[in-house]
């Protein structure tokens, strides 16, 4: 029986359909087996979805513990969300570059070129992108010189790139007698010892009630004294005049320092800082007067500054004005009007270098390239009761330092910013050096076109047969090539003055004062290409 069982169920589902034993059928008999993704199966990690699936609850399992911390992690798990978001810790690395990109390059000259009193020269000239050189090579761009550099360094074959900030002759302007002793309506007399000694009596006698103070010739030492005190025989001594009714600010005496810088002589540019002037208060009150004691009424380095002179520290902290704002203020408060000092304190500064201008101009064909220098100097002045301006001493290096007092960083810099500016030192053109860039380079900062004066006038006869007449020389095709160099760089200096005003070529308004005819050929041909380009744009009036 067991046998048969056996037998039968070993038969093939035909043979036993043949047979006429009942057959059972089996769904999918004829099919093979196969895995499904379906449900029972989605975690199985032989399909390819299980894996998957797999790959991804991991990942996220290790960031998850690598992101929270230990107490989020706690939360997490009591399905509490964690109230910081994930930060994975992600490790920055910085690579420092270095460029070896080649720059313009300065240098110093001075008894103390790493001083302290350069300090805010190096400033800016590092922030515009100039790099510090020494004198060992010719290859620079700017020499900064504190102490006057003609007597001691050659410079007569400059390369035409090259930079100083003093022109030779400059101490015609800045030396102390040269200046006091100068014939101007502004200057008060003053007699040179001891060839001036007889012109001196004479001028006091006539004068019984002025005061006169003795000045030495290099240095600071002043002090008033009587005719018969005054030591005639003194070579290093001049007498000169002392303004006795000074204009007080809260009782003080002061002086007013206005930065000026000449751009080019013959043809003549000169320019003031007009973003602010450095005022300077005694600190001592001068009444009741005591020549004795010098604190009264002379400045020295230890001088009262504007934001402790009581009616000027509300303008100057709480408002924030400069000095020459909150002066002015003040001028005004007590009903007189401060343009009448800064008018004669331009025409001053103007006067006096036109005076001076012939001695420099004979000195510059001992150079290669007259158009390697500029100055920046300080004009110290004086004003009386009467608001009359009097001009004392100009300071070839004035001081830029603003150890003795921090507040006067920001002056010093903007200064030095604006005067680099304006004679080109300053760039906002990408270069290596001072040197002539391409022509297209050149033609973008300043064209023909820009130049250009006077169009009516140049089209039409007699200009366009003849240079000859005065009013055709400012035409572009009968200006020779140096002086289309000049007015190049008037142009760049008008475009790029910033806070510096130019005092000469004279604004129109200020024409009246200068006696034109006086002037030399070449700054009577750049005053008028000013005045026909004020025609145009009154921003050159």
Known sequence: ???????????????????????????????????????????????????????????????????????????????????????PNVRIVEKEVFSNEPRPKYWIYGRNPTGGHLLHVHNVLQRLGIEQTTNDSN???????????????????????????????????????????????????????????????EYATANPGKKFVQKNNQHRHIQIKETEEIDFNSNDTFIQEFIDDPLLVDGYKFDIGVYTVITSIDPLRVYIYKGDVLFRYCPVPYYPFNASNVDKYIVGD??????????????YEKFGFGMKDSFDAYVRSTGQEPDVIWQQVEDAIRTLILKKEPLLAALLPR?????????????????????????????????????HFKPNRLLYEQVIYNLFQLVGVGSSIRRDSFRKRAVETEAMVSSVK????????????????????VECQLCTTCLEENRVADIHRAYREHMNRGDMKRIFPVPKADQHKLDYDSLTASNQLMSRWFEEKCKVDHSYC
């Open 367 to 403: 150079y290669a390239n007259r158009k390697n220098f500029f100055e920046m100097m300080r004009f110290d002045l004086v004003v009386d009761k009467q608001l009359k301006v009097f001009l004392m001493e100009a300071n070839m290096s004035p001081n830029l330092s603003s150890a």
């Open 302 to 315: 230890d001088y009262l500054p504007t934001w402790e002179v009581p009616s000027l520290k509300q303008y």
């Open 1 to 87: 029986m067991p046998d048969k069982r056996k037998e039968d169920n070993n038969k093939k589902p035909d043979e036993r359909a043949k047979s006429g034993e009942k057959v059972r059928p089996v769904p999918n008999a004829d099919k093979q087996p196969t895995h499904t993704d379906d449900g029972g199966s989605f975690f199985d990690l032989r399909t390819k979805s299980g894996q998957i699936l797999f790959m991804a609850v991991t990942i996220t399992a290790v960031t998850l513990v690598q992101c929270l911390p230990k107490e989020s992690l706690k939360s997490f798990l009591r399905l509490e969300f964690p109230a910081q978001p994930c930060k």
């Open 450 to 469: 820009n130049i250009a004066v006077n169009a009516n006038q140049c089209s039409e006869l007699p200009c366009m047969e003849s240079c000859a007449p």
């Open 139 to 201: 290859e620079w761009d700017l020499l900064w010189a504190h102490d006057y550099p003609f007597r001691q360094i050659n410079l007569q074959r400059m390369k035409p790139h090259q930079l100083v900030n003093h022109f030779p002759g400059s101490g015609y302007i800045t030396n102390k007698v040269d200046l006091s002793t100068t014939r101007l309506p502004y200057i008060p007399a003053a007699f040179k010892l001891p060839a001036g000694a007889s012109l001196f009596r």
